[in-house]
């Protein structure tokens, strides 16, 4: 599992290990860790040109000590210092290791700030060394300047790209864009929920021996989709694997029906049911010959193109008393499952309506939304997006990071919903099923693109072949 934790938890933790250790030895770690990651996106140090971006906090420091192991390795490596209050052991240690340290009043940021010059190539790394956790956005204006002296060279933030919300993941004003970020001792929210997570590029973690509380938020890795999926066991029969139903789709909208349907028919439960008008009834059989009609399930699927049914097939869903996905056009019915064991699975637009917010709004603070929605309904909710969100109270985020922007296609929310049916129909609970759905869904998304379009069948097809590839 990959873990990110707040800025409180992580001063906690290193309270207690600097208690432990000498004085230092914790800096000395991250800066190390930082080096080596510049080393090795620099193929190298020698004859490199590195430039580091220098802050008032330990953040800064790091920054400086990581300069001082490249200046070592035969990089030349200048500094430029963005406050009077720079680490000064860091400063004396990159002294001595030979690189140059520029002190305020800066050249080329003031000279930047007048727009009197362009922008300087001839470094290879910048190092972002601005803030750090304890950093609150936007950048000031003399780092902002600093940044746009030397717009275009590839940058690595340390512990976070500079100037963005750490906890949130929101953004507030000008903020370092990284190509790649060294994270310390666990991932920070920042790195995973968008719109920040767009800006931290590839996240490298450094472990510095950090001893950790439950995070905040969580992105399920293979072995943990794994350890977590419906493998069936060798007496396994249809009835013990689970039944998934699915109400979705109208006359006006066959094609949500069959691609709910489709979603729900990836194999992990043991039967689908599928409920609708009787025209459309035949069109998802003929697609999906194993689909049966009306009876017992252990969970349903409700609302994607149900349009003015939506209502109705939720009532009749609930009466069944089983877990439920409510997708689509059943959203706007989500207070009849207030506390009900569900998944809500609204994408930006539809969580606004539900909450009577902007979408812009849920766009920019998703996290904030999210965990909003999953308090006022009292259940499980899935926000869907580039990193589709999962929150249950009480519990972790869960985030996911598979998937990619050719996802973004009509209907593959309706797959979605499918899956994650199966999965509560197969016995996961609603925060598990809907954060191991949102995981198949993007992997399969990646494995039936290769790199090209994909239409929301193909990713419904895909789906099989994702699982075969998990561990065992
Ligand atoms: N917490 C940990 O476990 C560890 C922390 N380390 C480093 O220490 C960093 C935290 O250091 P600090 O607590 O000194 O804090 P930071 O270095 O993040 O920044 C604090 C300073 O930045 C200034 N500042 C705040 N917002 C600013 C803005 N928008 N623009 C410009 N300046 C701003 C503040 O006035 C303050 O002086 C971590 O991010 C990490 O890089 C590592 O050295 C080792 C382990
Ligand atoms: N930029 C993106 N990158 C990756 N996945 C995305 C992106 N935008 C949307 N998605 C995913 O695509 C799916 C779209 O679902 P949805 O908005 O319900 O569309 P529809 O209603 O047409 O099915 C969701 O699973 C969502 O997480
Ligand atoms: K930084």
Redesign the pocket.
Known sequence: MLRAHTVEQVRAAEATLLAALPEGALMQRAAHGLAYAVLDLLGGGYGRRVLLLVGSGDNGGDALYAGAVLARRGAYVEAWLLSDRAHQDGVAALREAGGRVIDPPLVEVRRAQRGASKPRRDFDVVVDGIVGIGGRPPLRPDAAAALDAVAGVPVVAVDIPSGVDVDTGELAGSHVTADVTVTFGTHKVAQLVDPAAQHSGVVHLVDIGLDLPEPALEALQPADVAALLPWPDPQAHKYTRGVVGVRAGSATYPGAAL?SVAGADCGLAGMVRYVGDPAVVDRVREAHPDVVGDGRVQAWVVG?GSDSGAEEALQAALADEVPLVV??DALEFADLVTGLPAVL?P?AGELATMLGEDRVDVEARPLHHVRAAADVYGTTVLL???H?LVAEPGRPVRV?TT???W??????????GGVIGALLAAGLTPYDAASVG?WL??AA?TLASRGGPIV?TDVARALPGVIATLPA
Do not use: F, Y
Request: cysteine-free.
């Open positions: 691609l994607s997708d689509a699975t994408h869907k997006g580039r589709s996911t998937g990619i922007p996802l973004a296609t009509a209907g593959a929310g309706d797959v979605l949102s869904h993007g998304a929301a």
